[in-house]
């Protein structure tokens, strides 16, 4: 949420809550039985113009959450609405190199889901930890700085693609 406020006032941010939905299987999509939750969270991906990804590593990758959201929304074949969309990652870590492991692998499959994915600046947020206060909120300037230049970079980065 913090990445919010420090986005241009044209762009609107909305957060996703990706942890309630089933896990992905094809069956369901073939026999029509298409759980709810998945038509909906479709219907919100179609209907944004970019993605911020922020994500934590697990095992220096990313999490099963997060990879199942990516199926859901690129599925059924041929109904990729995640296609021709610009997007950015930040990952997070707790640990010294920022989620370098999420990040990549989290690359490879957005390219192969056709989302442009920025390039410059990397957004590797290390030793998350020690920048949030007792709520969880940053307040270490260094990393608010730090997040206004990926910001910054993703406004950019957007504007190239979206018009508004």
Do not use: C
């Amino acid at each position: 949420e913090a990445f919010n406020t420090l986005m241009p006032e044209k762009y609107e941010m909305k957060i996703i809550d990706i942890s309630n939905l089933q896990i992905y299987n094809q069956d369901f999509d073939d026999d029509g039985n298409t759980p709810k939750k998945w038509e909906t969270f479709r219907k919100e991906v179609k209907d944004l113009d970019g993605f911020l990804f922020v994500t934590p590593e697990y095992n220096r990758s990313i999490p099963p959450v997060l990879k199942n959201a990516l199926d859901i929304a690129s599925r059924p074949y041929g109904q990729n609405v995640w296609s021709g969309k610009p997007g950015a990652i930040l990952s997070v870590s707790p640990g010294n190199i920022g989620g370098f492991g999420a990040n990549h692998h989290l690359r490879q499959v957005l390219s192969f889901l056709n989302v442009y994915t920025m390039q410059q600046p990397e957004a590797y947020l290390s030793s998350i930890t020690d920048s949030l206060d007792e709520q969880g909120n940053v307040s270490s300037d260094r990393t608010i700085k730090y997040m206004q230049n990926i910001a910054n970079g993703f406004a950019d980065w957007l504007d190239k693609f979206v018009t508004k």
